[in-house]
């Protein structure tokens, strides 16, 4: 028996991908409604395809969800009833348990999974919930599987929106890229400025978590009163910028919701 995906779009491809990394030897299957993708992913991966969904079905010990949030009630009510115990788990935002226990329940046992997109080259975070309906076995399986491939964090749902809208790779990439664009009108290179931004976030957060200091105690190293780096985190903050950020997160889970039946 197998651990299929159903879907075989970017986040499959990057677990894909940092299974691989990792060298697991979990038997896996992807299945898609497009050839071209399977294709790709059966020739880049060396993985299992399946064009049927009744038969990727067939095979499958552990099944991961995933498709867009929209696509899941269509997906699920494709498959019909099931009558083997099976364990299934979502990657899909903001579509919660219940929902997907309605759609496609006992004697499926539902979890639900964040994972980030870095996790392709294993350096990701997954955020887990179980049903508890979920085995201990299934369980151990499934930390497995994410552990693989990054640090893996066990929420509970009503965390789960919070979690989905904080974890994101994407703040990073937005920060790089708006502290670069501020360098550039500062009058510096684009590479340059993308090189200090870069140092800015990603080494400046790598040396936080390879010492034992907290979090205050290195800005208050980094940004000394009165001195050049704390004008500039003062004069951000009068700008708005930690509004700025609770805003945004805000509307990450108001659009997570929209998920919702």
Not at 119 to 137: E, I, K, Q, W, Y
Not at 152 to 171: G, M
Not at 219 to 232: K, M, N, Y
Request: aromatic share 4%; charged share 20%; proline share 5%.
């Amino acid at each position: 028996m197998k651990t299929v995906f159903l879907g075989g779009g970017r986040i499959t491809g990057a677990l894909l991908a940092g299974l691989r990394l990792a060298k697991s030897t979990a038997p896996l299957l992807v299945h898609d409604r497009h050839p071209e993708k399977l294709r790709r992913l059966s020739r880049r991966y060396g993985v299992s395809v399946e064009a049927n969904l009744g038969r990727a079905i067939q095979q499958a010990e552990l099944v991961i969800v995933a498709v867009r949030p929209g696509s899941v009630a269509a997906l699920l009510d494709g498959i019909g009833t099931l009558h083997r115990p099976l364990t299934a788990v979502s990657l899909a935002a903001g579509v919660p348990l219940a929902e997907l226990r309605a759609r496609w329940g006992s004697p499926v046992a539902w979890a639900r999974a964040m994972p980030s997109p870095v996790c392709g080259r294993r350096h990701g975070l997954t955020g887990l919930v179980f049903d508890r309906a979920v085995p201990s076995p299934a369980k151990r399986k499934i930390r497995k599987l994410f552990s693989e491939l990054g640090q893996v964090l066990e929420i509970p749902e009503s965390q789960f929106d919070a979690f989905t809208v904080t974890y994101s790779a994407s703040h990073g990439y937005h920060a790089v890229a708006t502290l670069a664009k501020a360098g550039q009108k500062l009058g510096l290179p684009r590479n340059i400025a993308l090189t200090a931004a870069a140092h800015a976030l990603a080494d400046g957060i790598v040396a936080w978590r390879e010492q034992d200091l907290s979090l205050d105690a290195l800005l208050d190293e980094a940004a000394t009163p009165g001195g050049i780096a704390a004008t500039v985190v003062e004069s951000m903050n009068r700008a708005g910028y930690q509004e700025a950020i609770h805003e945004g997160l805000a509307a990450g889970i108001v659009r997570a919701r929209k998920n919702q039946p």
